[in-house]
């Protein structure tokens, strides 16, 4: 980025403070209107309450922020990425996104987004994707490499549901292919995704990793969603039984990896997961 492009976007920054989430959510309103296929990797019910535009508000504010040295925005875009990973976002998202976010500073702005100031955002965007993308594709490379460790969606069966007193229920979920799971760090989660017939599409919704690492199974624990019909984790309580299918990404998030342990924890032992073998 020129200099003269970095100075074009700190001038924005009021703006951003003034009508950032006027224009995230007419972003994401665009976005989902023309590639209503991404519907499937973002949980929409975060664009419902507000959280994610608010969200990408304060991310594009921050960025705009630190134009001049991004790099002392890498622990936050780190956890981004783990995100970004546990959703499966790939490089040419970024294409799609930078279009629909172009597009929308020129439709939110007006006659004030000049040629100019356009022509910054885009270079500020392209930098910003680069460096997502190569930390996205060192997370990929890590997840993919590690023992049981896979990338995208991997389909898993439901070994035991245990529904608590409180309602909350805890899943033990084992790999349909028969593999080993790779293992996680404490706080980790995973991205659960279903298919919603209410919204005809897929929706993914993140879980912390509970119990010990096993290489067996992952146990994740849902609970009710009040006022939110149509919810992941209410169709997980109502609908999903053992013996179902669900797609589960790999465990991700921020954090020191927890040794693996010797003995599977809870009830599950070695053989009890479907066609479950480990080296």
């Known amino acids: ?131 997502m993308i190569s930390i996205e594709a060192r997370l990929y490379s890590a997840q993919v490499t590690k023992p049981g460790g896979w990338t995208g969606w991997r389909p898993f069966t439901v070994n035991t549901k245990i529904t608590d007193a409180d309602g909350s229920a805890t899943f033990h979920l084992c790999p349909a292919d028969g593999g080993a799971v790779a293992d996680y760090g404490m706080g980790q989660y995973l991205n659960v995704r279903l298919f919603m017939p209410e919204q005809q599409v897929l929706q993914p919704h993140p879980y912390r990793v509970t119990d010990t690492p096993n290489g067996l199974y992952y146990s994740i624990v849902v609970k009710r969603e009040t006022g939110k019909p149509g919810s992941v984790s209410n169709r997980l309580l109502d609908e999903v039984q053992p013996g179902d299918h669900l797609d589960l990404s790999a465990p991700a998030g921020v954090c020191p990896v927890v040794t693996v342990s010797k003995q599977p924890v809870a009830t599950i032992k070695m053989g009890d997961c479907p066609m479950h073998q480990l080296a």
């Open 1 to 131: 980025m020129t200099t003269e492009q970095k100075q074009l976007i700190k001038a924005t920054v009021p703006v951003l403070k003034e009508s950032g989430l006027l224009l995230t959510t007419h972003f994401y309103q665009r976005v989902f209107s023309i590639n209503a296929e991404l519907k499937n990797t973002f949980n929409m019910a975060n664009q419902q309450d507000g959280r994610q535009p608010t969200a990408l508000a304060m991310a594009v504010l921050a960025y705009a922020e630190n134009i001049d040295d991004p790099s002392v925005l890498l622990s936050a875009l780190q956890r981004i990425g783990h995100k970004h990973t546990s959703l499966s976002v790939r490089p040419e998202h970024y294409t799609i996104i930078g279009r629909h976010l172009i597009a929308s500073i020129g439709e939110v702005l007006g006659t004030a987004a000049t040629p100019a100031l356009l022509d910054a955002w885009t270079a500020a965007y392209g930098q910003l994707a680069s460096l």
